[in-house]
């Protein structure tokens, strides 16, 4: 029952690929391209002020949140290179095992990290730039992700929508930072962001695992294109 409805979401999802006009697939290339390029942006000047603020609040969480900012912009601009080629698909594998690899990396530091911030329980001191600047991003994150999640999906790309995911995990670290400033700052728990710092922790060595995988069972618009057969996955 649940390989028939698997065969079936896989012809159905082909199909459409194999429906879309020259135009379309362009367009959401170039799409794909804009929302990359926001995000390489973004992530750039967030890391900036997530970093200097840290240092001046001496807040691990913080600096952390700046970090991730820098895996993110690494996530964004392999698949930036990815379709800067003339046939994105032939950069494909390698755009998946760099954004693999940044979410292991982004996992392994967040949890170093945090178990170091309850060892030492360590607290920060009050950071009001870092508040603004968590609410800003988890106000922005999510719609970046929903966009280029879209658009990677109808083209059929496995990276695109692995880049999206990575970006949500920025929306969720966004979550754990502002909770736990503000649980900082007006409660005292200095624990709060280690503890939330470390779901999300795993939830990226998920995200990651999946992504390392992805290259091998993700329907491609590159693929159709040139007639290769692929596996579908959701």
Not at 78 to 99: C, K, M, N, T, Y
Not at 167 to 181: E, H, I, M, R
Not at 193 to 211: K, N, P, Q, S, T
């Amino acid at each position: 029952m649940l390989l028939g409805q698997h065969l079936h979401l896989r012809d159905a999802h082909m199909t459409a690929l194999a429906a879309l006009s020259d135009d379309r697939k362009a367009l959401l290339r170039r799409r794909i391209r804009i929302i990359v390029a926001f995000t390489i942006a973004y992530n750039v000047v967030e890391a900036t002020v997530a970093l200097a603020s840290g240092a001046v609040a001496n807040s691990t969480a913080l600096i952390g949140f700046g970090l991730d900012s820098v895996v993110e912009v690494l996530s964004a601009v392999a698949v930036a290179w990815q379709f800067a080629a003339p046939d994105p698909h032939s950069r494909e594998h390698a755009a998946l095992r760099l954004i693999a690899i940044s979410f292991l990396g982004l996992a392994a530091f967040v949890t170093v990290d945090a178990a170091h911030a309850l060892i030492t329980r360590s607290a920060a001191e009050t950071s009001v730039v870092g508040i603004w600047l968590a609410a800003a991003s988890l106000a922005i994150m999510p719609t970046v992700s929903w966009l280029e999640r879209k658009a990677g999906r109808e083209l059929g790309s496995a990276s695109a929508v692995a880049d999206s995911k990575q970006t949500l995990v920025c929306a969720y670290l966004s979550a754990a930072l502002l909770v736990g400033l503000l649980l900082n700052a007006t409660l005292g728990w200095w624990w709060a962001d280690a503890v939330a710092a470390l779901v999300i922790a795993g939830f990226a060595v998920r995200e990651g695992l999946e992504a390392w995988k992805g290259d091998g069972c993700a329907v491609t618009g590159g693929a159709l294109l040139h007639g290769h057969d692929a596996d579908y996955s959701d």
